[in-house]
């Protein structure tokens, strides 16, 4: 943030003046909307903010300045494709025009294989490797989550719930928490 002329970015956002203007993200072409532009046409820049876009603008995603995501393969659809056949692994269509034997391509899924192969999202493989093969209920003796963030302290193997209420991050478990601490993942915490 900085002068409208200067060129550099000079303050951060939590410490820029009212009259500082934003460097790094594109506004609307408009002139007088001050919005964050999102849509642009395919292949292109980000132009316009939801108010102000043009026939054949499609949403880009605001730090992606070129769309290159793979697109639903339906006529006409402009969504981002996310499903397609667990075999292919090849994503086809959005969530508006998926087959019913398509399944999420966003994540890694469980690789139990089987007369009804498991569509649930990975969360649990070997700790080496990081790559997540099973779920939960398919989890083999040895596997961990390697999805999920885990305690901060050495070893330990469950999710974080306690850290300080001033961060709001999740650091230990309830065993290994510090007095002081406090559970930063409730509804109530949250509020604060």
């Not at 002068?3 to 203007?21: G, I, M, W, Y």
């Not at 876009?53 to 006529?75: D, F, M, Y």
Request: with cysteine.
């Amino acid at each position: 943030f900085d002068f409208e002329e200067n060129k550099q970015r000079v303050f951060c956002a939590q410490h820029r003046l009212p009259t500082d203007k934003d460097k790094v993200n594109q506004r609307c072409i408009v002139p007088g909307c001050g919005s964050l532009a999102s849509f642009g046409y395919e292949g292109g820049v980000v132009e316009t903010c939801t108010l102000h876009q043009l026939e054949g603008h499609v949403k880009l995603r605001p730090r992606q300045r070129i769309a290159n995501t793979k697109r639903c393969t339906s006529a006409g659809c402009n969504h981002v494709a996310a499903y397609g056949s667990r075999l292919a692994r090849t994503r086809l269509h959005c969530l508006l025009h998926k087959t019913p034997d398509e399944v999420s391509l966003k994540y890694r899924l469980c690789e139990e294989e089987g007369e009804l192969s498991c569509s649930k999202r990975a969360f649990y493989g070997d700790p080496s490797t990081g790559i997540p093969t099973r779920c939960t209920t398919h989890r083999k003796n040895g596997q961990f989550n390697v999805v999920s963030k885990l305690c901060e302290y050495f070893n330990c193997t469950k999710r974080p719930v306690y850290g300080d209420s001033s961060s709001g991050r999740a650091q230990f478990c309830k065993a290994h928490s510090l007095p002081w601490q406090m559970d930063v993942r409730s509804p109530e915490a949250r509020r604060l």
